[in-house]
């Protein structure tokens, strides 16, 4: 990338623009990733050279919720160059300098505001391609945001730049009298540095009312501010070191080790490199070298490597590599896995029902086999010629089937997901662009890389709720975005889930989409025994230690003693949802929303899991001074504790959010579990993701009940989905796996379909409700949410919404305004109100009027402060 610095002195308004010149005659010497832009630019009328017929001007995507594209003018220097899809540097605001991408290109000026100039072009090659910025428009569209915001959630954080107000002196200053005394300070640091960040400047000159000084020295004009702007991906740079090309003669080489018997330490170094590098046998792997760190790994002296670069002996170069470039120790290369006889009749079915249908589902149980279809499926359409995409719900569930998956696919696999680095998330996205990469494993994000050739999109676990996007804009569903991609590039789509979600079984039976079932588990292994555990009668007859039923506890016991692993299951992390004083019965709640603050024992913290507030635990009541502060609930941390005191000899685990948050602990926990390291693993609904233990026979879920009761519609559904995953940890082998489930009451119809793996009948059950009271899959769900600092304002705003709301779409369609559960977060009060529109209705006619009356409200004086955010399909 070019350096670009734009100038203004203040004393003529006009732009200037520099290319590859040092800016105001300093030596400074630029990173080839950083360009400086003077943000006041660009405000004022341009030479009249840009205003010829031949002016371009480009339509782009700006990363912020505003409704329309932005039209920029495109320097001269540029226009040759600029493409769609391009990714521009643009002033927008007074301040802010963004990176945009460019959506048109035309020759006609905006006629409601003076364009301003693109400050730079980023891409020789777009970042983004035209089936993308189709795919953000609809995902806008049906999502009812802006695609500014689209894009902000589209591109990883590495494809944008980030900038930082800098200050450094101005030149033209010549009026040194004008200068107060700590001024006159300020200038003289700057004299000394090229620029320095307002931080920097206070800090070395002793300041601490800077801003203000900053101010007065601008309306001077003693100094110049500007804003300097990087792009945050950076490439994996190796430094290597190879041997002159003029030794690998063998009479020079042998020359040079003779002369270098002078200066042992030279010589021992020299000696380490052919160790590493056969020069005469091999002179094309001298070209290549060996990494400047293997060197220094070998205890060689530094000194004497950096006498024998200097005297030319040796040579210092620098390759770009990728950041997933793998040792070759690490995975074993593995064939593709041989399908059984169930597995090979569901491939074929599979291919079947891609003859008829662009979609079909996969509903094969818990321990069928499903990976394995899917690589055969994989493999099949990668030697097409055409891509794959294969999306997982967690981060969680990648860690396992990316190891399993590299072994057949290599290093033409890339990986996808938040956890990674932005290098390492850029990496993958310009892989998919070059082609290195035509096949890709993440979450739901890496429906947003630049595929262009798609023949098969894999959802794995599709009923998951984290398919979901809940915040921030756009709130979409990664599945429903995955079928949509496809049919735009005429490629199929797989489905896959032991417990389908309702309204995917409802497609599937109604013919829309293909319906393919997979019913025995691989090899011999069999569905676990489910049994339930009556919590409520073992308290009566007091064979309850803890919270754990007697029979629990002597089924751990045993398991453990079998040296087979166990699972306990409990959905909520932290060590107790919340805290209570024995003698006024105050709980400890957050300040800023309407809940109870969790314990996190081992932090020794009280913390909020909606806004993230903490304070330091308790010693006494904070209402009446009592010291008798108790622990209410169960939380995995303190089930953790509890199951270390039952079992001392046991080795326990954790898996949870808080156990799991680096990049690597995840493989770390899973390779501990996989090599019989953990005796019992206690874990949130990351364990019912899809992992695969083959030691674990016993599984046990804790509370039930708290699921199964959730006010929710879907919370029958959900509760069914999350223990039939969860149990089908058990048992993935020979052995019969056990799960027990403790609830207070066993005689629940839904416990009952659990036990009996009656998802038919769960179907059912819940198709019949959802037909009854208008519930998707006979609906469609907009849920609008409205929030204020003002409680009494927040149900206004939301009353006068659904008034207008209901004047057109009816009460019948529009339900609420209501308090959620959760009535306050972030110091903001909260009103839903939810709107059922049937699938016969003009989804795209009732959108636009839900969109008109939110900005009717948002627009009234009285309303304001008010936010409104809209939820299309909520979950």
């Known amino acids: 990338m070019k350096v670009v610095r734009i100038l203004d002195y203040s004393i003529r308004l006009r732009t200037i623009q520099i290319y590859g010149i040092k800016p105001l005659s300093q030596s400074r010497v630029a990173d080839q990733n950083d360009f400086s832009v003077n943000c006041s630019m660009f405000t004022q009328a341009h030479h009249t050279d840009f205003l010829e017929e031949t002016t371009i001007f480009a339509d782009v995507i700006v990363p912020v919720a505003v409704p329309n594209l932005f039209t920029y003018r495109v320097p001269r220097q540029l226009a040759e160059h600029i493409r769609i899809g391009a990714r521009v540097v643009v002033q927008f605001g007074k301040t802010k300098v963004v990176t945009a991408v460019v959506a048109h290109l035309h020759h006609q000026p905006p006629q409601k505001y003076q364009a301003k100039y693109i400050l730079e072009l980023l891409d020789e090659t777009p970042m983004v391609i035209p089936q993308q910025l189709s795919l953000f428009q609809w995902i806008a569209d049906y999502y009812m945001c802006h695609v500014g915001e689209v894009l902000n959630v589209a591109l990883p954080s590495g494809l944008k ?188 079915e599979i291919m079947e029902a891609f003859q008829q249908k662009d979609t079909v589902l996969l509903h094969g149980i818990t321990g069928s086999g499903k990976t394995e279809v899917y690589i055969k499926l994989i493999e099949e359409v990668l030697a097409s010629g055409s891509q794959v995409l294969y999306l997982l719900p967690e981060i969680a569930l990648t860690t396992q089937i990316v190891v399993r998956l590299r072994k057949v696919f ?36 890496a429906i947003f890389l630049p595929f262009d050739n798609l023949g098969l999109i894999i959802v794995d676990e599709e009923h998951e709720a984290s398919y979901k996007q809940f915040d921030p804009a756009p709130r979409y569903h990664a599945r429903d975005v995955a079928v949509v991609i496809a049919h735009t590039q005429q490629a199929k789509v797989l489905l896959g889930s032991a417990t389908p979600a309702i309204e995917t079984y409802y497609n599937a039976l109604t013919g829309r989409y293909g319906l393919v079932k997979m019913t025995q ?79 996190h024992y081992s932090q020794h913290e009280l913390r909020c899991h909606y806004c993230g507030y903490h304070e330091a635990m308790y010693k006494t009541c904070q209402a009446c001074g009592s010291v008798k502060l108790r622990s209410r609930g169960y939380g995995t941390e303190k089930i953790e504790e509890e199951l270390q005191e039952l079992f001392p000899s046991a080795k326990i685990a954790r898996m949870d959010l808080d156990t799991t948050r680096t990049k690597t602990a995840f493989q770390t926990l899973i390779n501990e579990v996989e090599s019989g390291a953990i005796d019992i693993l206690v874990g949130t609904q990351m364990i019912s993701k899809g992992l695969d233990f083959e030691k674990v026979s016993l599984v046990c879920i804790f509370d039930a009940d708290r699921i199964i009761h959730f006010p929710d519609f879907r919370a029958s559904e959900r509760a069914f989905q999350l223990f039939t995953q969860v149990a089908g940890r058990a048992g993935r082998r020979n052995i019969q796996g056990k799960v027990l489930i403790q609830t207070n009451n066993p005689q629940q119809k839904l416990l009952h379909q659990i036990a009996q793996n009656d998802y038919e009948g769960l179907y059912q059950s819940e198709i019949e409700e959802r037909q009854a009271f208008a519930y998707p899959p006979f609906t469609r769900l907009i849920r609008l949410t409205i929030k204020h600092t003002e409680e009494a304002l927040a149900n206004k705003t939301a009353q006068a919404l659904s008034n207008k709301l209901a004047e057109k779409l009816s009460k019948q369609r529009v339900l609420g305004p209501e308090k959620p559960l959760v009535e306050r977060i972030r110091n903001q009060f909260i009103y839903e109100i939810l709107i059922k529109l049937e699938k016969s209705i003009n989804l795209k006619g009732a959108k636009q009027y839900i969109h008109e009356q939110v900005e009717s409200i948002i627009t009234d004086k009285q309303f304001k402060g008010a936010s409104i955010i809209i939820d299309v399909d909520c979950m």
């Open 410 to 445: 290599g290093d033409k696999m890339g990986i996808y997901h938040s956890r990674f680095s932005d290098n390492e998330r850029v990496e993958v996205w310009k892989g998919v662009i070059s082609g290195k990469y035509a096949f890709v494993i993440g979450v739901r994000s």
């Open 161 to 348: 730049i980030s900038s930082l107000s800098k200050v450094q002196f101005n030149p033209a200053f010549d009026q040194p009298e004008l200068l107060t005394e700590k001024e006159a300070l300020l200038i003289e640091e700057l004299k000394k540095h090229q620029a320095l960040t307002y931080d920097e400047l206070a800090r070395l000159a002793d300041v601490k009312q800077v801003y203000h000084l900053i101010k007065t020295l601008v309306q001077k004009r003693a100094i110049i501010i500007f804003e300097e702007i990087k792009e945050k991906y950076t490439p994996k740079i190796l430094k290597k070191i190879r041997l002159n090309a003029f030794y690998e003669n063998p009479s020079a080489l042998t020359s040079l080790l003779q002369d270098l018997e002078r200066t042992p330490k030279q010589q021992e170094v020299v000696l380490h490199y052919l160790r590493y590098v056969p020069v005469l046998r091999s002179p094309e792997l001298n070209q290549k070298g060996v990494e400047k760190s293997a060197l220094s790994k070998a205890n060689v002296s530094e000194s004497s490597l950096q006498t024998l670069l200097k005297n030319g002996v040796l040579e210092q170069f620098e390759v770009i590599v990728s950041r997933f470039e793998d040792n070759p120790d690490d995975f074993v290369e593995a064939p593709t896995p041989i399908l059984s006889a169930s597995q090979s009749q569901a491939f074929s």
């Open 521 to 599: 588990r691989f090899g011999n292994a069999q569905l676990p025994d489910i049994q339930l555990i009556d919590l409520k009668n073992a308290r009566k007859q007091k064979e309850v230690k803890g919270d754990f039923a007697q029979s629990v506890l002597g089924a751990l016991q045993h398991n453990f003693e079998q040296k087979e692993q166990s699972i306990i299951f409990q959905n909520r992390r932290g060590y107790a949802p919340y805290i209570q004083c024995d003698d006024c019965d105050t709980i400890a709640s957050c300040p800023n929303c309407d809940v109870s603050l969790t314990h």
